[in-house]
């Protein structure tokens, strides 16, 4: 009998993963710090304050990151992008998507790199909007 009970349980949540509803929502990109060299900020709207980043703290769609002086930091997002900053550079990820990065800088160096093979990465820069980035790496400043 045991047996049967655990088919009738895989059934019943095979048709909750193969839900319609389940299927037509998107899932989050959730990038991660990966590295950080001095001091690293993010901004809490809540709270309009700047606090401290930690390692491995995560990253998603309108963030906002400030390096300091000499601070530098990587940036790891799943969809195969790396974002490296470096010295008072302010940038904010404005779309996190499996095809799709967008960055703008606000201040500062900022390097991208572009390891998957659909993802685009689009930078605001202070000087205009860079063209979208398909190749494996390109410098923003």
């Known amino acids: 009998m045991d047996g049967i009970a655990g088919v009738f349980v895989f ?5 909750w993963f193969r839900h319609p509803r389940l299927q037509d929502e998107s899932a989050m990109v959730v990038g991660r710090i990966y590295y950080i060299e001095g001091d690293l900020l993010g901004y809490v709207p ?14 998603v769609q309108k963030t906002h990151f400030f ?6 930091a990587e940036l790891i997002v799943p969809n195969g992008n790396l974002d490296q900053d470096r010295n008072s550079t302010q ?20 390097r991208f790199y572009n390891k998957g093979s659909n993802t685009v990465i689009k930078s605001h820069k202070p ?8 190749a494996r790496s390109s410098t923003s400043t």
């Open 67 to 72: 390096s300091g002086s000499r601070g530098m």
């Open 127 to 134: 000087f205009g909007y860079s063209w979208p980035i398909r």
């Open 46 to 59: 809540a709270e309009k304050d700047w606090v401290a980043v930690v390692r491995d703290a995560p990253s």
């Open 91 to 110: 940038i904010q990820f404005i779309t996190l998507d499996t095809d799709l990065a967008e960055m703008d800088v606000a201040s500062g160096v900022a």
């Open 11 to 15: 059934l019943e949540q095979w048709r």
